[in-house]
């Protein structure tokens, strides 16, 4: 299945979801925000401001993510999903993504400016989530 998961900045959520979904499944998921300024679209996550606690986050189930890049979704990203995953509010999802019948929201706290131990209970909780749709989707 071919998943999408969105957040608001593709620096938190959406970067951890991507990547368990690849660690848990060997395939390939996509992570992107639906309001990424334009200024951090394309910088390496090791690079942005605020997302200092993502590295060592993923780290501590042996993923890195310094390197991971940060995307704005797109018309072509929400075509090319089986499933898209949103967690973040739908006053910041743009209409493209919200007219499509792939939509799932799941309600997933924000970890922006909070410290390592709180990062990795998101980290969990989006864990388990995704547990769960890969029971669902059987």
């Known amino acids: 299945m071919k998943v999408l998961f969105l957040c608001r900045a593709n620096i938190g959520r959406s970067q951890m979801a991507n990547k368990l979904y690849d660690q848990i499944t060997g395939e390939i998921s996509k992570g992107a925000g639906t309001k990424v300024s334009e200024e951090r679209q ?10 200092e ?48 019948n792939k939509v799932e929201f799941w309600e997933i706290k924000d970890p922006k400016g909070t410290d390592l131990p709180s990062h990795s209970k998101t980290r969990e909780e989006i864990k388990k989530k995704i547990e769960e749709l890969l029971v669902k989707s059987k």
């Not at 394309?42 to 997302?51: D, L, N, R, T």
């Open 53 to 100: 606690n993502m590295i060592p986050c993923m780290k501590e189930v042996g993923i890195d993510i310094s390197n991971s890049e940060v995307k704005q979704v797109t018309q072509e990203m929400v075509n090319w999903a089986d499933k898209i995953i949103i967690m973040t509010s739908k006053e910041n999802v743009p209409d493209f993504v919200l007219e499509s």
């Open 42 to 51: 394309g910088m390496k996550i090791g690079e942005v401001k605020g997302a």
